[in-house]
């Protein structure tokens, strides 16, 4: 986490005001999402019915708070799968492979 905030990836908050404002979200909206969560964790379920009961400790309730913007990219292991930002993969290989079979 310290190399993400250094490199000026990762940002922290003394409160959900500072966090809100910076990624210019809807405090209202932001403060419901992690009420949301924070009750699946009560009831170690979320409400789309994950399995939170091994969630200890991850709630969002006191400062301060870390946050930084994700965003989808391509993602590849060398010599192996490739997903693109729909998480379709393409198996580079043996695509390569089977345009060598087929000429």
Request: hydrophobic letters at 40%; glycine letters at 4%; charged letters at 25%.
């Amino acid at each position: 986490m310290q190399r993400f905030i250094s490199s000026g990836k990762m940002f922290r908050f003394e409160n959900l005001e500072e966090l809100s404002s910076f990624f210019d979200l809807d405090l209202n909206e932001l403060k419901k999402t992690i009420n949301e969560y924070e009750q699946g964790l009560s009831n170690q379920k979320d409400k789309f019915e994950k399995d939170l009961s091994k969630s200890k400790n991850s709630g969002i309730n006191k400062a301060p708070f870390y946050a930084m913007k994700a965003m989808p990219s391509l993602s590849y292991t060398p010599g192996g799968i490739f997903i693109d930002t729909n998480m379709k993969f393409y198996l580079l290989k043996i695509i390569s492979l089977l345009k060598i079979f087929t000429l």
